[in-house]
């Protein structure tokens, strides 16, 4: 679904001089497939998924999307920031709403499909009241919503789930979860919890913690039945890919690396 393939990015300095955020990055991430990017802050990831939106050129290299390459922001690609970018002046509906208004598609069933997502989210009975009005949960289910609305089919999130307390963060995971069980989607996420990135992910990506940043293997998780996954976390596997993403992400290279087939380093 989407191929990186030799990125390096820089940015100006005050004065003169650049400075170096990515370099050779290059990864292949699958149709269909949930995969989650991990590493030190500073080490690149949230520009990363910059890129990959097409919300910033890269210096060098390519990406490209469904086979096509990406030369700027894509229709069918979903971004969900750390922050949820939701409009403090706006209702939750005028929220959901935003992706088909600056597309022209609230004629014909765009408003249906907002409010059949809203109340399948759960979010139909506050749809009147505003961001500040809301919980965290709550305001990373609209942030969903939002994404949800404008049909894609690459969903990139930045640390979604950051400011949630544990508890909250653990249901927001299996929301997540039930949402892709019945959507095709592609998600691509940027995360600092190994333990997140373990539980939700199908692939993990480690970067290098030394500027600039890189991509220094690929973790596969094999978890047998994908549903249900309750009870996942008290499972010895669990523990093991833990430990071989935690030995990499402190310097050790993960390679191409699955737990289930005891070749993980």
């Given at each position: 679904?989407?191929?990186?393939?030799?990125?390096?990015?820089?940015?100006?300095?005050e004065?003169k001089?650049?400075?170096?955020?990515?370099?050779?990055?290059?990864?292949q991430?699958?149709?269909g497939?949930?995969?989650?990017?991990?590493?030190?802050?500073g080490?690149?990831?949230?520009?990363?998924?910059?890129?990959?939106?097409?919300?910033?050129p890269?210096?060098?290299g390519?990406?490209?999307?469904?086979?096509?390459l990406?030369t700027?922001?894509?229709?069918?690609t979903?971004?969900?920031?750390?922050?949820?970018?939701?409009?403090?002046w706006?209702?939750?509906?005028?929220?959901?709403e935003?992706?088909?208004?600056?597309?022209g598609?609230l004629?014909g069933?765009?408003r249906?499909?907002?409010?059949?997502?809203?109340?399948e989210?759960?979010?139909?009975?506050?749809?009147?009241r505003?961001?500040?009005?809301?919980?965290?949960?709550?305001?990373?289910?609209?942030?969903?919503v939002?994404?949800?609305?404008a049909?894609?089919?690459?969903?990139?999130?930045d640390?979604?789930f950051?400011?949630?307390?544990?508890?909250?963060?653990?249901?927001?995971?299996?929301?997540?979860?039930?949402?892709?069980?019945?959507?095709?989607?592609?998600?691509i996420?940027?995360?600092?919890?190994?333990?997140?990135?373990?539980y939700?992910?199908?692939f993990?990506?480690?970067?290098?913690?030394?500027s600039?940043?890189?991509?220094?293997?690929?973790?596969?998780i094999?978890?047998g039945?994908?549903?249900?996954?309750?009870?996942?976390?008290e499972?010895?596997?669990?523990q093991?890919?833990c430990?071989?993403?935690?030995r990499?992400?402190r310097?050790?290279?993960?390679?191409?690396a699955?737990?289930?087939t005891?070749?993980a380093?």
């Amino acid at each position: 679904m989407v191929r990186l393939s030799g990125l390096s990015l820089s940015y100006p300095l005050e004065g003169k001089g650049r400075a170096d955020a990515l370099r050779g990055v290059s990864a292949q991430f699958e149709e269909g497939k949930f995969s989650a990017i991990i590493g030190p802050s500073g080490c690149g990831k949230t520009s990363l998924i910059k890129i990959m939106a097409g919300l910033v050129p890269p210096s060098e290299g390519t990406v490209s999307v469904d086979g096509s390459l990406l030369t700027g922001a894509r229709e069918r690609t979903a971004v969900i920031f750390q922050d949820y970018g939701l409009l403090p002046w706006k209702t939750v509906r005028a929220n959901a709403e935003l992706p088909l208004r600056i597309r022209g598609g609230l004629k014909g069933g765009g408003r249906q499909k907002v409010q059949s997502l809203l109340a399948e989210f759960g979010l139909d009975p506050f749809a009147s009241r505003y961001p500040h009005q809301l919980s965290g949960g709550m305001k990373q289910r609209l942030a969903i919503v939002r994404a949800l609305t404008a049909n894609p089919e690459l969903l990139l999130m930045d640390e979604p789930f950051s400011s949630l307390d544990s508890l909250t963060r653990e249901d927001a995971q299996d929301f997540l979860l039930a949402v892709r069980k019945d959507r095709r989607l592609t998600v691509i996420m940027v995360t600092h919890s190994i333990e997140e990135a373990v539980y939700l992910a199908d692939f993990v990506y480690v970067m290098s913690g030394v500027s600039p940043g890189s991509i220094t293997g690929r973790v596969t998780i094999s978890r047998g039945e994908p549903w249900p996954r309750a009870g996942f976390r008290e499972d010895a596997r669990f523990q093991e890919y833990c430990g071989v993403l935690r030995r990499a992400c402190r310097g050790g290279r993960a390679g191409h690396a699955s737990c289930a087939t005891g070749d993980a380093p």
